[in-house]
C-alpha cells in the first residue's frame, strides 16, 4: 500500500530527501573515490528518485530506497570507469626528484572529500572516531581495488553498520551470499591498508602543536623542521605526479628542490578533508600574489606525520570554498 508520502509534490519530496543528500555524498564519494564524480551521481541519484516517486511503496525506509538507487548507480558507473589510484597505488617509492611538469593528468586519480561537504562532527566521541575512520584515505584508496560488489557490501555492512537483511534486499544476494562477500572483501582489505595508517593519533593539544608547527615551517620554508616533524617512515604524495616518496632524507630532499626559497613565500590555510587534518597550500608567483598549489592532506601519529597526501590540482579548491588566487 503506498504511503501519502509518495503523492508529495517537488517540495515535499526536498523536504523529505534532502536530509540524506550529504550521507549519500559520502557514500558515493567512498565507492567512486572522486567527489566530482560522486556529486554528478547523487544528482542523478535524486532525479531517479524524484521521477520514481510515485511507484515508492513505503515497504522499505524512504533512506534505504535511496541507497538502493545510489548503490545500483554506483555499480554501473563502476562498470563503465577505471580504477582511481594513489601513486603508490602505481609502483615502488623513487630516489630522485622528478624533472618539473612530470604529471600523468590521463590517469584517474583519487581525490579527497571536503569535511565540509558531509556535515559536521558528531557530538558522541566514538561518532567522531567511526566517521573519520571511514573517510580516511588510506581506507578510501584500498577500497578502489575491491570489485564494486564486494567495495558495496564492506562499505554498508563496516563502515554504515547497515544490517546484512537489508544489505541483501539492497544487493539482490542472500544473507549468506552477503557475509561470504564481507569475509573476502575484510581478507582483502587487511592486505590493502597500511598498519601506519591504523597509529593511534595525538590527544588534540599535540596534535593542534604539531599541525602549527608543521604550518610554520612550511610558510618559512624550512626544510629541517619539516622533515624533523615526520616520522622515519613517512610518506610523501603529490597526484598528478606519479612519483613518490618515503623516509625523512628523501622527502627533504624532493620539498628542498620543489619549494620556493625565502620566508613569505607560502600560505597554508587550515582545512578539514576525509576526516584528517588538511591544509590548502598557497605559493607566491612572480607577481606577488598567492596562487592556489595543492591541498595536503595529513596522517598524523604520536611520533609525527606518517603521510602526506599532496593533491597538486587547483580545481579542487573549489569544493573547499577557497579562491585559487590571494592577491
Not at 526536498?14 to 554528478?40: I, K, N, Q, W
Not at 516517486?53 to 563503465?80: K, M, Q, V
Not at 591504523?198 to 623542521?225: G, T, Y
Request: overall charge negative; proline content about 8%; glycine content about 8%.
Amino acid at each position: 500500500m503506498k504511503t501519502d508520502e509518495s503523492n508529495a509534490g517537488p517540495e515535499e519530496f526536498g523536504r523529505l530527501t534532502d536530509p540524506f543528500r550529504r550521507e549519500l555524498l559520502a557514500y558515493c564519494y567512498r565507492m567512486l573515490g572522486s567527489v566530482h564524480d560522486a556529486e554528478d551521481l547523487v544528482q542523478e541519484v535524486y532525479l531517479r528518485a524524484w521521477r520514481s516517486y510515485a511507484s515508492f511503496d513505503g515497504r522499505a525506509s524512504l533512506r534505504t530506497w535511496l541507497y538502493r538507487i545510489a548503490t545500483n548507480a554506483c555499480l554501473n558507473a563502476l562498470e563503465h570507469s577505471s580504477r582511481r589510484v594513489m601513486p603508490s597505488g602505481l609502483g615502488s617509492p623513487s630516489e630522485d626528484v622528478p624533472e618539473l611538469g612530470s604529471r600523468a593528468p590521463e590517469t584517474p586519480w583519487l581525490e579527497p572529500l571536503p569535511d565540509r561537504l558531509v556535515g559536521g562532527v558528531p557530538e558522541d566521541p566514538a561518532a567522531v572516531v567511526a566517521a573519520r575512520a571511514g573517510l580516511r584515505l588510506a581506507l578510501i584508496a584500498a577500497l578502489q581495488y575491491l570489485p564494486a560488489r564486494q567495495r558495496a557490501v564492506l562499505i554498508l555492512r563496516d563502515v554504515l553498520a547497515w544490517p546484512a537483511a537489508d544489505v541483501a534486499g539492497m544487493l539482490g544476494m542472500t544473507g549468506a551470499g552477503v557475509n561470504s562477500t564481507l569475509l573476502r572483501a575484510r581478507s582483502r582489505l587487511e592486505r590493502l591498508v597500511p598498519a601506519g595508517d591504523e597509529i593511534a593519533e595525538p590527544d588534540e593539544p599535540e596534535r593542534r602543536e604539531l599541525l602549527d608547527r608543521f604550518a610554520r615551517a612550511f610558510e618559512n620554508v624550512d626544510i629541517p623542521a619539516l622533515t624533523r616533524l615526520l616520522t622515519e617512515q613517512a610518506a610523501w604524495e603529490m597526484p598528478p605526479v606519479p612519483h613518490w616518496f618515503t623516509g625523512r632524507e628523501a622527502i627533504g630532499r624532493l620539498l628542498a628542490d620543489r619549494l620556493p626559497s625565502g620566508c613569505g613565500r607560502g600560505l597554508l590555510v587550515p582545512v578539514g578533508a576525509n576526516g584528517q587534518p588538511a591544509f590548502a597550500a598557497y605559493l607566491r608567483g612572480g607577481n606577488g600574489a598567492l596562487n592556489a598549489h595543492s591541498v595536503m592532506v595529513l596522517s598524523v601519529s604520536r611520533a609525527g606525520i606518517a603521510h602526506v597526501f599532496s593533491f597538486m590540482e587547483p580545481s579542487l579548491f573549489e569544493y573547499f570554498d577557497l579562491p585559487r588566487v590571494i592577491s
